[in-house]
């Protein structure tokens, strides 16, 4: 328990400081930084080769929290995540509070409500979303555990957590688009 307390603190430190963390998510391993924080934002896009036009996930704790970052959320995505049987990030139309360079062109951000128990208590803590993007330079395959990361992601963020490095992760997480027309369109199962 101790060290969960001693890697928030240490993550916590460095999100404050608009570096980039290396964690373990409730799907696979995430690159990270504070959501709100354009700069950190343009450092994962560069470390990852990633086109800005690509958009990213960011994790919130709960649905106050997911309230504070959209301006409108459809009624139906409280009902998803409630069933979901598998972590599952919903994209919304109309962010609000979030750095402009995490928002995607046509206005929309995918945001997942974290259950996983180290995600929940550093969103919580860090009181602000957190990006959540695959621990690989983009177009190369998502890592299934830590020893698959690249040494140059390694070598490129300011914090590597030292939980769960063990583990082998699951699949990315299933995203759905939520607009405010009603519309339901699942992108990934």
Not at 114 to 131: A, Q, Y
Request: some cysteine; charged content about 30%.
């Amino acid at each position: 328990m101790e060290d969960k307390k001693t890697e928030i603190q240490n993550c916590l430190a460095v999100l404050k400081k608009g570096g980039l963390i290396l964690y373990p998510t409730d799907t696979v391993w995430g690159i990270g930084c504070d959501a709100t924080n354009a700069d950190a934002i343009d450092k994962i896009f560069a470390l990852k080769k990633r086109a800005e036009s690509k958009s990213m996930i960011c994790l919130v704790n709960d649905f106050k929290m997911l309230n504070e970052y959209v301006e409108d959320i459809p009624e139906v995505a409280y009902d998803i995540l409630k069933y979901a049987a598998k972590p599952t990030s919903i994209i919304y139309d109309d962010p609000i509070r979030v750095a402009e360079n995490l928002i995607a062109e046509d206005n929309t951000l995918a945001i997942r409500v974290t259950k996983d128990p180290f995600c929940k208590e550093l969103t919580r803590r860090h009181r602000r979303p957190i990006v959540s993007t695959s621990a690989n330079i983009s177009g190369e395959p998502t890592p299934n555990s830590f020893s698959q990361i690249s040494p140059e992601i390694l070598k490129g963020v300011d914090y590597v957590v030292n939980l769960h490095q063990s583990k082998k992760s699951s699949k990315p997480s299933a995203i759905i688009k939520l607009s405010l027309d009603g519309k339901v369109k699942v992108i990934r199962k």
